[in-house]
């Protein structure tokens, strides 16, 4: 058997585990043809989100989805809109709002909630919960981004419409933070050919607080009163 000199099998040694890596990458289970994982941070996924993901597979299951919809997606403001199809009569519409998840959530999860409708119209509400767990206005931008980026490479003639932060009383200490992510997505959209719905300002009082008449008990969700808002907002873009 050949013996190498001490350099190279000390290389050997410190190569090994970088070619067992990709050794192992190479033979993964998903197999040839399967999908990469969309490139975010691990921490995002959550189980609470896998149970959503699993009850929306079983709804779609049921009774497949139309295609060509207006699909609303992103946090729990959606989820609990439970008037929505009746408050766009016009148009046909999905909604996969789940938990108090973030707009990165959305990204993550994009290929089972929003790409296999090929919906018309992605409607995107998810912010404040961001802010909340102490992202930065930069980063809700850039996680912004990446969503916008992901739909139209893979659903290029999909409109994308950003609703932006709602300024809840139980949160109204990040109000400053709120508007300066706003301002950033809202230049974004422009930029972009985005559709930025303002929900901001019309939900603030004559002083500039958060109105806790548009809200639940919990000053986070709202009632009927602020979806109201939400619909008279939207209704030219969606129906």
Request: proline share 9%.
């Amino acid at each position: 058997m050949p013996r190498f000199p001490l350099s190279v099998r000390r290389l050997a040694c410190l190569l090994l585990p970088a070619l067992l890596a990709l050794s192992a990458c190479a033979t993964s289970p998903a197999g040839p043809g399967a999908k990469p994982a969309p490139a975010i941070p691990a921490e995002v996924s959550n189980a609470e989100w896998e149970k959503d993901m699993q009850r929306f597979a079983a709804e779609d299951a049921a009774t497949p989805p139309p295609k060509h919809a207006v699909l609303f997606v992103g946090s729990s403001s959606i989820r609990m809109w439970e008037s929505l199809a009746r408050d766009f009569p016009g148009a046909q519409v999905i909604n996969r709002g789940f938990g108090g998840s973030e707009i990165r959530d959305s990204t993550w999860y994009a290929d089972r909630i929003v790409l296999p409708y090929k919906p018309e119209t992605v409607v995107l509400y998810a912010g404040d919960n961001d802010i909340a767990s102490g992202r930065t206005p930069r980063q809700l931008h850039d996680d912004f981004v990446a969503f916008a980026d992901l739909l139209h490479r893979r659903l290029p003639a999909t409109r994308l419409i950003y609703i932006s932060t709602k300024p809840s009383p139980s949160r109204a200490h990040l109000l400053d933070a709120q508007r300066q992510a706003n301002a950033l997505i809202k230049a974004e959209s422009a930029r972009r050919g985005f559709v930025y719905i303002d929900v901001f300002t019309p939900m603030l009082d004559a002083g500039g607080k958060p109105r806790e008449d548009l809200f639940l008990a919990d000053r986070l969700h709202m009632n009927p009163a602020g979806y109201a808002i939400w619909r008279e907002l939207l209704a030219p873009y969606v129906n």
